[in-house]
């Protein structure tokens, strides 16, 4: 978990707030923790990363190419609605370090803060329809978010600044030791037959692609159960307890528990192979007389709606810069078997729209 220590003027006062917000690496709901520290490091406060306190604004790569004057003179606020250690934490931290190192923002701090309260809906309205300080507001905002929300509240992308989509990402699911089964296929016989077979994941997209799942192997939700957790974090803790029998994660967040044995890659929900150590999940035409099924996740950033032209323009092309460097290409991209795929402002607004009518279309909204 990237955090970066706040000024000393402020330690003072705000010490028992980021203690209490950091003393888990599973913080819950409205947790605040400032980031520019190592992933190790998520229960402790550290050093100032990034720039030193006498670095100005003129001495590192300032938004390169930004077409906006506007800039960052105070804190920076990033909300995350899923909890820490999931995709979109992992997400969120690593643009707010890579920023940070390559004084992106002025030299300014950024505090992420995970809110999950009504599964995520209360953090993104609060961002929604804030008017102080908007310039200032960051969300983490995807697939998975837009898509509970449009089903659940009268919330819409348009109440928001839709300021970049970074990446595309994809699901696999995953079986710890306990599991019974030997493979996913042994798991659907099972679950023809009566035997109720238990998945866990997060919200959105993990849903999504579990009922796209179901309807092509042609089980029921009775016969195949979902339990839905705040993030795939929070899913895997539940696996490796032996709470279900398999969960549903994305790469980034589920490859170091496959590394250390602890999780075993056992379907790609892909139309594609994953690489790397999640290479032995088969494809699920593989397995069966079935057609692969995948829900592609777009992961993006947005703001409130109350945000200026000028400050969207910056946040957009400091986005971008961030896309650009080896880090985010070799050690968030690549690491993470994500697909490289950048949207400034205008083409995510465009993107995520039409994402959000083709969804609502099926729905009959």
Known sequence: MKRKVLSALLIGAMTAAVLVGCGSSKAGSGSTTAAGSSQAEKTETSAAAGTSAEASSDTGTEAAGSESAWKPEKTINWMVTSSAGGGSDLFTRTIGDIMTKENLVNGQTIVVTNKTDGAGEIGRNEVATTKNNADYQLLTFNSGDLMPMVTNTKNRASNFRILAVMAVDKQLLLSDSATPYKDFAEAIEKAKSGTVVHVGGSKGDDIATFKKLLEEIGVTEDQMTYTTYN?????????????????????????????????????????????????????????????????????????????????????????????ETGDWKENYISKNMLIADFMDTKTATDYVTKFESDYLATLSK
């Open 231 to 323: 993030s795939t974090g929070d899913a895997i803790t539940a696996a490796l307890g032996g709470h279900v029998d398999y969960v549903m994660a994305k790469p980034a967040a589920c490859t170091e528990y496959v590394t250390s044995g602890d999780l075993k890659p056992v379907l790609a929900l892909s139309t594609e192979r994953f690489g790397g150590n999640l290479a032995d999940a088969p494809k699920l035409s593989e397995i069966g007389d079935y057609k692969d099924v995948e829900v592609p996740v777009w992961r993006g950033v947005a703001a409130p709606q109350a945000m200026s032209d000028e400050a969207a323009q910056y946040w957009s092309d400091t986005l971008k810069a961030v896309s």
